[in-house]
């Protein structure tokens, strides 16, 4: 029976759905999904999770309406500035994946400062996504391995899944274990397609504000029922 998992990826879906069932707007949705956030970061530990990663805004999700788009912006922003002091007190290190060219300066200085503030944490590993798509990842990569090739840095005999792999937003960041979906929809959404190849998944109809610890921790259980191969043979 395997362990518990060490890194847990969370597609974390719903927000909206769960707001306009209420008869709500969309952004409540998403500022109660922040709260869910805090109260998920804070029981990871206790529940053998050392590395946790969310899936908090995608490439695509640029089509959403301007005012959600720049609401969570906004939200992002004072999610970093309140809690900044309780990551550091909880020993919680946080870091960003996704191309940052696209975000607000301020966002992105304020990314920048979080991430050297609690780069000596080590009780979790808090990595947030943000402007990130799988494929636009495999994409920045394959252009910085591309040009270390062409100024003669990396000879192209060199390339290999290992080189791939260093050249990725999550080159310091082991894969994850197990990739948790909220909301009942059962897609990947192009969240880490390459880290995830050998990933557990569990798909959940409860939506992102309504998933407690309890149903984290029930997940995790039947996880370490499951038999992982890995593509070999049980002996």
Do not use: C
């Not at 959600?68 to 994946?97: D, P, T």
């Not at 780069?119 to 590993?125: I, S």
């Not at 798509?133 to 920045?140: A, C, N, S, T, Y």
Request: aromatic content about 8%; hydrophobic content about 40%.
């Amino acid at each position: 029976m395997p362990s518990a998992p060490r890194h847990v990826a969370i597609i974390m879906d719903g927000n909206g759905r769960w707001a306009t069932s209420k008869g709500w707007p969309r952004l409540v949705g998403h500022r109660k999904g922040a709260e869910r956030v805090k109260e998920i970061v804070r029981a990871a530990p206790d529940l053998g999770i050392e590395w946790l990663t969310i899936y908090a805004f995608s490439t695509e999700n640029w089509k959403r309406s301007t005012e959600e788009v720049l609401g969570l912006m906004g939200l992002f922003q004072r999610y970093i500035q309140r809690e900044a002091e309780g990551l550091s007190a909880e020993g919680v290190r946080m870091r960003f994946i996704g191309d940052r060219k696209r975000l607000d300066t301020k966002l992105q200085d304020l990314m920048a400062w979080i991430e050297d503030r609690t780069r000596g944490n080590r009780k979790l590993n808090l990595t947030v996504a943000i402007n990130y798509g799988g494929r636009d990842e495999l994409v920045r990569a394959m252009r910085r391995l591309a040009r270390q090739v062409a100024d003669g840095s990396l000879d192209p005999e060199a390339l290999d899944e290992a080189a791939l792999d260093g050249a990725l937003d999550t080159a310091q960041i082991p894969d994850p274990d197990l990739v948790i979906r909220t909301s009942g929809e059962t897609r990947v959404s192009n969240f880490l397609l390459w880290q995830a190849a050998y990933a557990e998944y569990e798909f959940t109809p409860t939506l992102w504000p309504d998933f407690t610890p309890e149903i984290l921790s029930d997940i995790l259980l039947r996880f370490q029922g499951r038999d992982r191969r890995f593509g070999g043979v049980k002996p």
